[in-house]
């Protein structure tokens, strides 16, 4: 098995504050996968993986999202309360009749987490420079890792998140690294 040109995460970013924010990173417009985790004082959890072609403009929409609960909302505090159930599902998960109404009493339950819970989420990033499909496979595949190596540390990683990986493997060998040490990522997969 050949191997790929190495992945490295950076960070933490946040997405917003004085320091480390992702619109200020070195990154902030490069393509390549990232990870948001949420962390206690031992351990960082993959909390969502993504890919992106422009890391700063994803993450705009990505802000849209979770401030209209478009997204799931978790607590602040998930890791250290071992609470990794979502507070609220989030609106595109609702299959109701009035999945509106439902939306906007959400929020005004609430709203008052929203900000905190974007301030809990710290963002790692890989910078790539690959074509689209192969990104979302390694995207994919990390995701595939991490739910079947590590049931455990997958815990604050919603089952329902999307990802996609190629039909046939490409038979390389990935490795990883990061700037810090987060639970259920392997160090190589076979991609």
Not at 30 to 53: A, P, S
Not at 76 to 95: C, F, K, L
Not at 151 to 178: A, G, H, M, V, W
Request: hydrophobic share 35%; proline share 5%; charged share 25%.
């Amino acid at each position: 098995m050949a191997f790929l040109d190495p992945i490295h995460f950076h960070g933490p970013f946040a997405f917003f504050g004085e320091v480390n924010t992702i619109a200020r990173c070195a990154y902030a417009r490069d393509e390549g996968i990232y990870l948001w985790t949420q962390h206690n004082d031992q351990d960082i959890y993959i909390h969502y993986i993504g890919e992106t072609t422009d890391f700063l403009k994803r993450h705009r929409e990505h802000l849209t999202q979770i401030l209209g609960l478009n997204y799931g909302l978790f607590a602040p505090n998930a890791v250290t309360a071992n609470r990794p159930e979502p507070i609220y599902g989030g609106m595109w998960r609702d299959r109701s009749d009035d999945p509106l109404t439902n939306g906007i009493e959400a929020w005004n339950r609430h709203r008052g987490m929203i900000v905190p819970y974007i301030e809990s989420l710290r963002v790692y990033f890989a910078p790539t420079s690959i074509d689209k499909k192969s990104r979302k496979h390694i995207e994919g595949s990390i995701a595939e890792a991490l739910r079947q190596n590590h049931p455990q540390d997958k815990r604050f990683y919603p089952d329902d998140n999307r990802t996609y990986t190629s039909k046939e493997k490409l038979c390389y060998t990935l490795r990883i690294t990061s700037d810090d040490v987060i639970s259920g990522l392997d160090e190589e997969i076979e991609i």
